[in-house]
């Protein structure tokens, strides 16, 4: 197809009219109604210790509620903690905690600004968003086949006792749908940082978010981390926020007993209890992790070919087309599209010109500023199965004419 004819096929995609959102990975309503008999799961309000599950109490979440996620997230049930309906959530209050009160008895962050944080590229807008807001300064760091350029992480945290953390969504990323090597595990786990008072922030996001058959497991960090004697440098976020009800599930945090027993006391002081009542319910509906396992089956089996119909109109459009290239995930809520360098905003804004509302080019990078402009985070998850089909022909035609422009 020559330039004329992708404009000439983009002008009519734009003359249907169509108004196709895409711009978070959001689940879609047949993937929420997998979880309706969440609604009615309550097995009353007795909790397995005999407390009323109704009342006040349980800041760090109900026993069986942290067993399940133990069972999960493979870590003993008094590393982990159960609070809230969102993981991310919890990273603010960590990275909110650590600024006002420091960490590993530390000075508070706050006092030893500035401080950064490594921030593997392409990565998660609203991690970056969080530092944003607490002054965190952002450092990129690009991101291979098996998790971020190690060399270069080690060298910058060797270096500088200013960066104090860094970003890691270890599995299925987004929007990448890079999978953390063993490999990379073990050297975050072990790598000398300058600052005594570094953690990973390690967002299992999409442990269980499988697409393709296989299911792929990553290493266990905490215990990495322990192993290489480091045992409170990693703090591991989940939720089940894309596997019940994503306004309305369960979140979880997973670390050492020191950075337990250190949060525990931080968010004691914000309330005098979780939402027990709702993790009783999660409990008695998933059950354990062949309870999440068949769930999540079932989620894939709505995903997949959402995903495979953005490929296969990508492969159908753009298959061949110089410096355009496009990731295969194997699991998550996204696909990243690489444009040729300076085509991903105009890309963007001729999609949204034709009725398809895209994640801002450059969100997934610090600042919003992608350096090459290359970078478009794709959605499928939440459009129906006509609806993505549509979209991915309306932004495949569009960088067709971007690149011709
Ligand atoms: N972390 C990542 C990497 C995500 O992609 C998302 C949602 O898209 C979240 C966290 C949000 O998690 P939660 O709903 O548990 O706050």
Redesign the pocket.
């Known amino acids: 197809m020559n330039h004329a004819e992708s404009l000439a096929q983009y002008q009519s995609f734009k003359e249907l009219g169509l108004k196709l959102d895409m711009s ?3 689940p879609a309503p047949e993937q929420l109604d997998l979880s309706l008999p969440l609604l009615d799961a309550l097995p009353g309000f007795k909790a397995a210790d005999g407390s009323d599950t109704r009342n006040y109490g349980g800041a760090v979440g109900l026993p069986e509620a942290r067993a399940l996620f133990a069972e999960l997230l493979d870590l003993p049930a008094a590393q982990v903690v159960v609070d809230g ?7 603010h209050d960590t990275l909110a905690f650590a600024m006002l009160h420091g960490v590993s008895g530390q000075e508070p962050w706050v006092r030893q600004a500035p401080i950064s944080f490594l921030c593997p590229v392409p ?2 807008d ?2 970056f968003a969080i530092c944003e807001a607490l002054g965190i300064r952002m450092i990129n760091v690009p991101m291979g086949d098996g998790g971020p350029d190690m060399d270069l992480v080690e060298r910058l945290v060797a270096e500088d006792a200013g960066i104090k953390g860094m970003w890691c ?1 270890p599995k299925y ?3 990448g749908g890079v999978v953390y090597s063993d490999e990379t595990v073990r050297r975050l786990a072990a790598m000398k940082t300058a600052a005594p008072d570094f953690r990973l922030m390690w ?1 299992d ?2 442990r269980f978010h499988h697409l393709g058959e296989e299911r792929i497991a990553i290493a266990n960090v905490v215990e990495a981390c322990a192993a290489a004697g480091n045992p409170d440098r990693a703090i591991v ?6 596997v019940t009800l ?1 306004g309305a ?1 369960l ?1 979880a945090l997973a670390s050492s007993p020191a950075n337990v027993a250190w949060w525990t006391r931080h968010v004691s002081v914000r309330t005098i209890g979780s939402d027990k009542v709702n993790q009783l319910r999660h409990v008695a509906f998933l059950k354990d992790r062949a309870g999440v396992e068949a769930l999540m089956e079932r989620h894939r089996l709505i995903l997949k070919p959402k995903f495979d119909a953005v490929l296969a109109q990508f492969e159908a459009l753009l298959g061949g087309v110089a410096d355009v290239s496009w990731t295969h995930p194997q699991g ?3 696909i990243d599209l690489l444009t040729p360098p300076g085509k991903a905003r105009r890309t963007v804004e001729l999609a949204r010109e034709a009725g398809i509302t895209l994640t801002p080019a450059g969100a997934a990078f610090p600042y919003g500023k992608d350096p090459s402009d290359r970078h478009i985070r794709i959605a499928p998850s939440f459009p129906t199965l006509g609806d993505i089909t549509e979209a991915a022909r309306g932004i495949a035609l569009s960088l067709r004419v971007a690149i011709g422009e």
């Open positions: 978070r990975g959001k309906n969102s993981s991310l959530a919890l990273m990565g998660y609203r991690h969504v990323s987004n929007p967002d996001a999409y976020f989940a939720s089940t926020s894309k994503a599930g979140a998550g809520y996204f």
